[in-house]
């Protein structure tokens, strides 16, 4: 069992539609970090949300932060193929050295 | 401006052999780590570093180890290697809590 889940795993949408994506633990981290990967490469910073209940925007991107800091959501507006990829959410507790624990992945298909 | 630059790319190693990853930041970043990723895993920690000459145990750290002599390069060694240590392995950096930046990862297969 992985300590954040993230669902979907999958997700295939037309292009101008939205969507969400939740990330869960039962543990309260002190961030949450979302992450975007493309196919042979690194996973890429979107943003990094610090204070429950915080929502932060990134053009088309909603980022929320739970209330209690256990749990996030990413939510695309109108996506568009060119944000296909893995997204990945990861959380820091300040009792594991600040490294990043990291749900499953949601794969994204935006299809035109 | 290189950010994390990790090599090789590519290895395929036979069971038993051992080899380092190579993994260098130019950020002067404090903490580096190193992730397997498995497909539906998402990514898993296998080893991290506070800083030159500090290092810790992740998530799967058996049959891998680390060290930090300088700041800016933290080598994985695998010490026998497995099947089941293909994987893609990934080394990032950060300066603190803020966003990691990771390298562009190594295919590793074990055959």
């Known amino acids: 069992t992985q300590l954040l889940e993230q669902s979907p795993q999958f997700l295939s949408i037309q292009e101008g539609e939205n969507l969400t994506v939740y990330c869960n633990s039962s543990?309260?981290?002190?961030?949450l970090q979302w992450y975007r990967q493309e196919p042979g490469e690194g996973p890429v910073l979107l943003v990094t949300?610090?204070?429950?209940?915080e929502v932060k925007k990134l053009k088309r991107l909603t980022f929320q932060f739970g209330d209690a800091r256990k749990d996030s959501s990413l939510h695309i507006t109108a996506a568009q193929p060119g944000d296909t990829g893995l997204y990945l959410c990861?959380?820091?507790?300040?009792?594991?050295?600040?490294?990043?624990?990291f749900g499953g992945g949601t794969r994204l298909m935006v299809k035109p | 401006n290189a950010g994390v630059t990790q090599t090789p790319k590519f290895q395929v190693l036979k069971t038993g052999q051992s080899m380092t990853l190579q993994c260098a930041q130019d950020?002067?970043?404090?903490?580096m780590s190193w992730y397997r990723q498995d497909p539906g895993m998402g990514l898993r920690l296998i080893h991290y570093?506070?800083?030159?000459?500090?290092?810790d145990q992740g998530e799967v750290p058996n049959g891998y180890n680390v060290s930090r002599s300088t700041t800016e390069d933290f080598p994985l060694r695998l010490l026998s290697a497995a099947p089941s240590q293909t994987s893609v392995y990934f080394c990032?950096?950060?300066?603190?809590?803020?966003?990691?930046?990771f390298g562009s990862g190594t295919r590793l297969t074990v055959v």
């Open positions: 990032a950096s950060s300066y603190g809590i803020g966003g990691y930046t």
């Open positions: 543990s309260v981290f002190s961030s």
């Open positions: 949300v610090v204070t429950g209940g």
């Open positions: 990861a959380g820091i507790r300040s009792n594991a050295g600040n490294m990043l624990t």
């Open positions: 950020m002067n970043h404090e903490y």
């Open positions: 570093s506070v800083g030159a000459g500090i290092t």
